[in-house]
């Protein structure tokens, strides 16, 4: 910990001190000096989870070769630094992460960049970036349809960073004095091969995708599309409205020509191919006591169904030993992964500061399968009393049937102790 803290204090920026006046009345501004072309910020987190396990579960049996564990206690501390540097029209912008974990497994750490890509502006309506770059599409708030060129958000925790993937990419902008008000328009190339955006797809291709956004009167709408490469085809849409000044809605739809699916059968793995569509329908209000509610309903047709998830948890239960390396591969290219099947509903409701009680925000954060019944509730609460710094305490709970998606997991609750100092 000491040497986060230390690492904290070097990259804090000093603000420039402002130069002494020529006389009392008289301002001479060029002593004051030119504003720094640096830019850093960030944080560095602690973090303790206790995990308590469930050894009757079938995604127990395949993780754990220890039937007698019935916990995980976990320390975790991360540093993540944002930069950039401006030249002229030209900026570069990079976004490291870095994080360590012990366990009763051992010690683990690792770093990378998450983003670190050089944005040009050519005139005021043309700016052309190339390098690690994070593309946010879609406007759901725990999952996107149309996220067709970023990695999977964590529906529990949807705010996480995540990584990029290297691309070329440009944004060309009109605005207009009309109903049509602003056009814009972004293309994107994303290569992949052995060694670049390796973990996009398992085909090497250029890849391109782009998307075209428009703002008619007070409606936010995109049109995105991502060639057939690395990934299947596909096109999508969005849309985000204000139905009144404290109620939004919004909404996203993409279709997948080809997708492939892998179902485990009574024969062994097989490969289906289809055309899948996704989409998701989402509200958001704001009451006048500032409680915040976000309910969103998700559907995704390259999911699995109730029958084919409980098949594949059967095999788990059953399986000899032997075989259940190979069904955690299985099970990580598909059924264990988040989301894994096709219907879910979202809601969660933040208050701000309730009964006058400052800087604190409790949450509580529901995510139910459709499909089966099973359900996942995090209750938590956020302090930020404290200059820079936020506390959060939450505990995930989750329930359902023995060969339902969260009633399968590994352990039954969680517990997640956080502390956040931002820079």
């Known amino acids: ?112 960049f998450y983003e670190l890509y050089l944005s040009h502006q050519a005139d005021a309506t043309t700016t052309i970036e190339v390098g690690k770059r994070a593309i946010k599409w879609g406007k ?41 008000h602003t056009v814009a328009f972004t293309p994107v190339l994303l290569p992949v091969t052995s060694e670049v955006n ?31 490469g690395s990934r299947p085809g596909r096109v999508g849409i969005d849309f985000s409205a204000n139905l009144a000044t404290n109620l939004e809605i919004h909404g996203e739809y993409a279709y997948i020509g080809a997708y492939e699916q892998k179902i485990l059968g009574p024969g062994g793995l ?40 409980e098949a594949y948890l059967t095999q788990v239960i059953s ?21 894994a099947m096709q219907d879910y509903l979202y809601l969660r409701i933040a208050q701000k500061e309730p009964f006058d009680i400052l800087y604190f925000t409790p949450a509580l954060t529901a995510i139910h399968n459709v499909n089966d019944g099973s359900w996942s509730l995090t209750p938590e609460l956020l302090y930020t009393g404290i200059n820079d710094l936020e506390l959060r305490l939450r505990t995930t709970v989750l329930g359902g049937t023995h060969l339902s998606e969260f009633g399968a997991k590994p352990n039954d609750s969680r517990i997640e102790l956080r502390l956040r100092y931002s820079f």
């Open 1 to 112: 910990m000491k040497h986060l803290v230390h690492l904290v204090r070097v990259s804090i920026l000093c603000l420039p001190a402002l130069a002494h006046a020529a006389s009392d009345f008289d301002f001479d501004l060029s002593a004051y000096a030119e504003p720094s072309p640096f830019e850093l910020h960030g944080y560095v987190e602690l973090k303790y989870e206790h995990q308590r396990l469930t050894q009757n579960s079938p995604l127990y049996r395949l993780n754990f070769t220890d039937s007698s564990r019935d916990s995980i206690d976990r320390d975790s501390a991360a540093l993540e630094l944002t930069g950039s540097y401006r030249s002229g029209d030209s900026r570069l912008f990079g976004t490291w992460h870095g994080q360590s974990q012990h366990d009763y497994q051992g010690s683990t750490a690792s770093g990378r």
């Open 140 to 180: 759901g708030y725990a999952w996107n349809p149309v996220g067709f060129i970023e990695r999977l958000k964590d529906p529990v925790d949807p705010e996480l960073s995540r990584e990029g993937f290297i691309i070329t990419g440009a944004d060309f902008i009109r605005t207009r004095g009309s109903d049509l």
């Open 198 to 228: 390796d973990d996009f797809g398992p085909s090497q291709a250029l890849n391109a995708a782009a998307k075209l956004y428009l703002l008619y009167r007070d409606i936010d709408i995109d049109l995105l599309w991502l060639s057939a």
């Open 270 to 309: 097989v490969t289906r191919t289809y055309a899948a569509h996704s989409w998701l329908l989402g509200l958001r209000y704001l009451t006048e006591r500032e409680t915040t509610w976000i309910a969103e309903y998700y559907h995704d047709d390259r999911g699995y169904t109730q029958a084919e998830m």
């Open 319 to 339: 399986a000899p030993a032997a075989t259940l390396p190979q069904l955690r591969t299985i099970g990580q290219a598909g059924y264990t992964r988040p989301s």
